[in-house]
Every structure is written in C-alpha cells, then in structure tokens.
C-alpha cells in the first residue's frame, strides 16, 4: 500500500521533476498547539529543483501550493518549504 508521503512526492515529481526531494513530518512539533489536529500533518518540503530556483520565492511557493491543492484542503496543516 502507498502512503501518503509517497503519493505526495509522486505527484510533486511528476509535476516538477525535481533532482531531489525529502518530505519531513514534523507533526510531532506542534501537538501542544490550540488547533493540532490528529488528523492533518505539519510538513517540511526539501526541494531541489531547477524550476523552482527560476522562480521568484512567492511564485514557487504558489506552484507547490497549487500542485498539493487536494492534500492542503483534507491532510496537510501547515507546509514549510525549502527550495535548493
């Protein structure tokens, strides 16, 4: 069975096609905040890819955020990027 981290970097590779990619849950941090919920995750991304690089900070964040639209409204809480 694939999970959820894995089907988040296959449609982010499949988008952007970046040279590397590690997605970080950092949930674990943040369940003493008022509105953790169990449900949803707190990620980092750790992205390095040339198109992103291309782009101003905004508009790559606007690309992840718009490819991750689905996730972001039902699983993802919080998403921190880091583009190399």
Do not use: Q, Y
């Not at 970080?24 to 990620?43: G, P, Q, R, T």
């Not at 991304?45 to 490819?67: Q, T």
């Amino acid at each position: 069975m694939i999970t959820f981290f894995e089907e988040v970097k296959t449609k982010i590779n499949k988008a952007l096609n970046p040279e590397s990619i590690s997605l970080i849950d950092n949930s674990s941090l943040h369940s003493k905040h008022k509105f953790f919920d169990h449900n949803k995750f707190h990620l980092k991304l750790i992205i390095k890819s040339e198109k992103l690089r291309k782009l101003s900070k905004i508009d790559a964040h606007k690309l992840v955020f718009s490819i991750l639209k689905e996730e972001m409204k039902s699983k993802i809480h919080a998403l921190e990027i880091e583009i190399h």
